[in-house]
């Protein structure tokens, strides 16, 4: 119990740091003009993910998994089963969407939850390589669909997690255990309004942030600020389940150890192989 206050403590404190210098940031300043050589873009850490075998992968690409990508065999309620093909290298599994007339808090569901620009997709692409078992999504995403998850809008524990923005008693309801992204919101704001303005793996142009005077970044920013503290802390502090935190900047600067933290949390088998 002690434990769990120090680390709900140390999470607020860390998000509170984080708020000032946000708020700083939009006051004091906007993107520079040269933000368009930045290419600020949402699949941009997959560089960080250093393998030969990955390179030259593009948006419309289909990624090239370490292992065969499959669901995990669990026993499922019958009104959520899913339905999928065979994956192999030229073929993308399909599903059926998943009936929802009733909530089930399932054994084992865990969530992987962040704020928008978090770096959610790229831990399911870490995490799918290096298990071979697909993550699902509470959302569709037909972009992510057709580019390595075909999983998305699967939500039952056939999956090994499942992503989600979303908080709050309705969104808690399913899940058992979570992983909560934090990423620091200067740059999860940023990575979230080129989304927005760019599309998946665009970015926003100088007049993007030049709209109304500056107003309207400013206006984005102080809004999703707000969003990204109900976020973090709504999960943190008032999920009943267990819960791991993992900061984004922990997973870039040392991935192999966050990776197996996450691993041991899921109580998943680390494969040593693909791990490394």
């Known amino acids: ?10 999470v607020s404190v860390i998000i509170i740091i984080y708020i000032c210098s946000v708020l700083l940031f939009s006051i004091n300043s906007s993107p520079r003009s040269n933000q368009k050589n930045e290419r600020i873009e949402r699949f941009s850490e997959f560089a960080n993910f250093h393998n030969s075998r990955f390179r030259g992968f593009t948006s419309k690409a289909n990624i090239r998994w370490c292992n065969g990508l499959k669901y995990l065999k669990t026993n499922v309620p019958n009104n959520m089963i899913t339905t999928v093909s065979a994956l192999s290298t030229n073929k993308v599994a399909t599903t059926e969407n998943i009936k929802d007339d009733a909530v089930y808090r399932i054994p084992g569901l865990t969530a992987l939850a962040s704020f928008p620009g978090s770096g959610n997709t790229w831990l399911r692409y870490l995490l799918q390589q290096a298990t071979g078992i697909l993550t699902g999504s509470v959302y569709k995403d037909y972009g992510l669909l057709k580019t390595g998850f075909p999983a998305e809008n699967v939500r039952n524990n056939s999956v090994l997690l499942v992503k989600t923005h979303e908080f709050g008693p309705k969104a808690w309801d399913p899940f058992t255990k979570a992983i909560l992204l934090v990423r620091d919101p200067e740059k999860a704001i940023l990575a979230e309004f080129n989304r927005q303005s ?5 970015f926003a142009s100088p007049d993007r942030y030049k709209r109304t005077k500056g107003k309207y970044w400013q206006k984005f920013v102080l809004k999703n600020l707000k969003m990204w503290e109900a976020t973090n802390l709504s999960w ?3 999920f009943s389940g267990s819960i791991k935190v993992v900061f984004y900047e922990d997973l870039v600067g040392n991935l192999e150890v966050t990776l197996r933290g996450i691993l041991n949390f899921l109580e998943f088998p680390i494969n040593e192989v693909t791990t490394n």
């Open 236 to 238: 943190a502090r008032d």
């Open 1 to 10: 119990m002690i434990l769990q206050s120090w680390r709900l403590f140390g």
């Open 198 to 202: 760019g599309g998946h793996i665009g």
